[in-house]
């Protein structure tokens, strides 16, 4: 049998794969018309594209930025892995972007090289997540503590509705343990709770952010546990997953659910509440918005000093408010 | 007593070891079941039980073909890939594909595409592992990462919502979620698997091909068909798989299947099937499913911490494995 020349394919395989893999950049008709003006690239350092969060960040931020006349966002993806995201970032410093926006993977890792852009006169913002070092220009943060405190205030009050007085028993599914948003959901709720002693947390179980997952745990906890009045599940999905494992039981109206996150869209928390699935989810800021905001100031205004931090707050979604 | 009755009764010793396994954690189960009202036992529950052959039933389907593979002495790690793929297929062509024919028709037509692309998937496995003569763990590597690639890429990394009103999806969710049709699935399956392994003449070249590939060379047995279909057959059975798993967890996401080729190998190993080929059974391997399945509910029942559950496991696969070496390097009479 003749052996295929393997050999020469493999360079034509790549080139059509790279090719095929990198969308046409139309000149967008403003950047043409702006002419005079430079065209500024921004970078934006993801850390993970395959979270729907992350997914409906990058969405946004790219929608944003194309309103910005003479601007070009490059989107890089770090797969959440951390060494990944260092040598993106070393590759955007070798691009001598206009503004850096990383989110970073984790607190540690992270700083020294957000640094190294810093020193390298590119603006940094650091979106959502903190680092070890303030080395970035600007802080853009959401608080996921104070979620879980709303979460738990929400739960009190509801229990208080449904027995006089707040009492009753709290199923929890966690994400991944160990991560800033998972500890911080938690916290905030607990240190509401701890405050009622008629509130019982009967378990916890990990679905590692994952509706399929969170399914098959809240079918064996409905097994064991008689009697639930609130499934608080740290993100819409969970929360989703839980409800599909009741609705199978029958014992979907026994207790309420929560989440959090109310992503829009169809696979979004705001849509389950809509349709009375989701008692209430909180929505976790995507932060874009104010990104875009101070970047294009950055960009626009040479003199302009940003605060080192921002805060987006939260809220809560229920039928009520999207009633209004 | 004759040699051939003491290897009849040694292999008996061996295809029993699981089941002693699958003893052993039900006892365990009854023991540390939580109880319920009127002091009944959760763990004996029909729908406890039923629980756990349902959630083992992905991986159940998987490992049948998984099994034909690593008895043909090949092993196949893009099948959590092809999971997540044909998931997020079903997804894609039931919720986003608005074809004007009736929901029935999508649903046939959606299903025929993902278990038709499944096996494809399976066949360029097999085809380049049997013509290029890529080993059969690093082309199913490549498959694993290049699948995972392709279906993050096609969803654009969203999950797909299938929803609860009466559009085709829906009506999917509540086919495919249905217990008694996995469970019977499942079941055919492990029926089918068993007859082709046990009772034909492919079944005698799978094992032939996994003892000793040179040999059944000379021998002149169709090596390159014989491999490449059982590669078809775990793509298939990945589909199917995937079918089940957007049904039940009522969406397409690319990201679900993460690992599942280790839960797969691990029953497949637990059931008694070695990884370098030649021995095996079917038997073993919805028994290994099975013990997994106990073991991870038992665990769970009890609340049980799920870093434990995975030492658990770990343990679990490192004694049925050494349980099973020692039978095999034993004098057999």
């Known amino acids: 049998m003749k052996r295929l020349p393997a050999l020469p394919l493999f360079p034509a395989l790549l080139a059509a794969v790279l090719v095929a893999g990198c969308k046409p950049q139309a000149a967008s008709p403003e950047a043409s018309a702006a002419g005079a003006q430079p065209q500024r690239l921004v970078v934006f350092s993801q850390c993970n594209n395959a979270e729907p969060y992350r997914a409906a960040q990058n969405a946004e931020m790219q929608r944003l930025w194309d309103k910005v006349p003479g601007v070009r966002l490059m989107v890089m993806d770090a797969q959440q892995d951390s060494a990944k995201q260092i040598s993106q970032i070393e590759t955007a410093i070798r691009l001598s972007p206009s503004l850096l926006i990383v989110a970073p993977n984790e607190r540690a890792p992270l700083s020294e090289v957000m640094g190294d852009a810093q020193k390298a006169g590119i603006p940094v913002i650091c979106l959502e997540r903190d680092i070890a070092q303030p080395n970035y220009t600007t802080w853009i943060r959401a608080d996921n503590e104070a979620i879980g405190r709303l979460v738990g205030e929400f739960v009190v009050a509801q229990l208080k509705a449904r027995y006089g007085e707040p009492r009753g028993r709290i199923v929890e599914l966690a994400g991944l343990k160990g991560v800033e948003a998972e500890i911080n959901r938690s916290g905030g709720a607990h240190e509401v709770w701890k405050d009622y002693p008629g509130i019982e947390i009967v378990t916890e179980a990990v679905a590692n952010w994952l509706q399929s997952t969170a399914k098959d745990r809240m079918t064996e906890i409905l097994s064991a546990v008689p009697r639930i009045d609130v499934v608080y599940a740290r993100n819409d999905p969970m929360a989703m997953g839980a409800y599909l494992a009741a609705r199978e039981k029958g014992r979907e109206k026994e207790m309420i659910f929560v989440g959090v996150d109310g992503l829009e869209g169809e696979a979004g928390g705001i849509e389950k509440v809509r349709q009375g699935i989701l008692a209430a989810t909180f929505v976790y800021p995507l932060c874009v918005d104010k990104a875009v905001e101070i970047g294009t100031r950055i960009l626009d205004e040479p003199g302009f000093k940003p605060d080192k931090v921002y805060t987006m707050t939260s809220h809560i979604v229920t039928r009520e408010t999207l009633g209004k | ?333």
């Open chain 2, 1 to 333: 007593m004759s040699a051939a009755a003491g290897g009849a009764l040694g292999s008996a010793r061996r295809a029993a070891r699981p089941f002693i396994g699958l003893v052993l954690v039900l006892i365990l189960g009854v023991i540390s079941s939580p109880r319920g009202a009127g002091g009944s036992i959760v763990f004996l529950s029909a729908g406890n039980l039923t629980d756990i052959l349902l959630q083992q039933g992905e991986i159940g389907i998987i490992a049948l073909a998984m099994t034909l593979v690593v008895i043909a002495g090949g092993i196949d790690l893009s099948v959590g890939s092809v999971l997540a793929f044909s998931a997020s297929l079903a997804g894609l062509l039931l919720v986003r594909w608005a074809p004007h024919i009736p929901a029935g028709a999508q649903i046939a037509a959606t299903v025929a595409a993902v278990l038709a692309l499944g096996a494809a998937i399976g066949a360029v496995n097999g085809a380049i592992i049997t013509r290029l003569r890529l080993q059969p763990f690093v082309m199913t590597l490549a498959a694993m990462i290049g699948v995972r690639g392709l279906t993050k890429w096609m969803t654009g990394n969203t999950n797909i919502d299938f929803g609860f009103d009466a559009a085709a999806s829906a009506r999917f969710s509540d086919i495919f979620s249905h217990k008694p049709l996995i469970l019977s699935a499942w079941a055919v399956l492990a029926v089918a698997a068993h007859l082709v392994l046990a009772r034909t003449t492919y079944g005698r070249y799978l094992r032939a091909i996994g003892e000793n590939e040179k040999a059944a060379f000379f021998t002149g047995l169709p090596i390159r068909m014989a491999r490449t279909a059982t590669y078809v057959a775990c793509g298939a059975a990945a589909a199917l798989a995937g079918l089940i798993h957007a049904a039940r967890s009522h969406q397409g996401n690319p990201n679900d299947g993460v690992a599942y080729e280790l839960d797969v190998i691990a029953a497949v190993v637990i059931g008694g099937t070695a990884l370098s080929g030649g021995q095996g059974s079917i038997l073993g391997t919805v028994t290994g499913t099975l013990v997994l399945g106990v073991l991870t509910n038992v665990l769970r029942l009890r609340m049980v911490d799920s870093n434990v559950e995975l030492m658990a496991k770990a343990l679990i696969i490192i004694v049925a494995v050494w349980l099973q070496r020692r039978d095999r390097n034993a004098p057999s009479a």
